[in-house]
Nanobody, 124 residues
Framework: QVQLAESGGGLVQAGGSLRLSCAVS????????MAWFRQAPGKEREFIAA????????DYADSLKGRFTISRDNAKNTVDLQLNSLTPEDTAVYYC?????????????????WGQGTQVTVSS
């Protein structure tokens, strides 16, 4: 069983940055894939980025690559997401997800474990 808890969301002005963190607890192995998704009101949950627990690779949604960066912090046991150059279109609830897998999944249905989400609001 894996438990995930996001933090770091908040209100930021357009052009600003935020760093989200996902605290991971429970039995996690190197072949666990961790990911960040987001869901805006009235929209489907959208893949942002994925990283294995080993940190050996990263995968991004093409539309977000370059502004968002996923990383692992071994000391803190977290998976972090750095958000830069934010726009009002980035306003959403951001979720951390985990899956026992040997390759990254890009759909919410491929992840068994989810955090409660953290709200990011970008003002214009």
């Amino acid at each position: 069983q894996v438990q995930l808890a996001e933090s770091g969301g908040g209100l930021v002005q357009a052009g600003g940055s935020l760093r989200l963190s996902c605290a991971v607890s429970g039995r996690v192995f190197d072949w666990y894939f961790m990911a960040w998704f987001r869901q805006a009101p009235g929209k489907e949950r959208e893949f942002i980025a994925a990283i294995p627990w080993s940190g050996a690779r990263t995968d991004y949604a093409d539309s977000l690559k370059g502004r968002f960066t996923i990383s692992r912090d071994n000391a803190k046991n977290t998976v972090d997401l750095q958000l830069n150059s934010l726009t009002p279109e980035d306003t959403a609830v951001y979720y951390c997800a985990g899956a026992l897998a040997y390759s990254p999944g890009f759909k919410p249905s491929e992840y068994a474990y989810w955090g409660q989400g953290t709200q990011v609001t970008v003002s214009s």
